[in-house]
């Protein structure tokens, strides 16, 4: 199941993608124009996910699904890890 993170980098939003996995699959830059993906559209998932995750108020190392929902944080307690959830 992937996993989603929403961070601030140096001169934009980033959504870094996992798929179970220590490193980013993919990561995901937004620009003036929005995200970086091949969508390249304004309303693909990872820009619904930086709007969700700003609404929430940027906190740091919140893990979406590919629902966005809030799934865990990897400051908090990393849920990730559980195989519970993987299911
Ligand atoms: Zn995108």
Known sequence: MP???VRKGKYNYEVAKFDDTDTPVDVYRFHARGCSCPARSKSCKHTKMVNAWKR?????GVVYNDSIEEISNIFTGS???DSSIRR
């Open 3 to 5: 996993q989603y993170i």
């Open 79 to 81: 849920i990730i890890s």
């Open 56 to 60: 929430a108020g940027s906190p740091e």
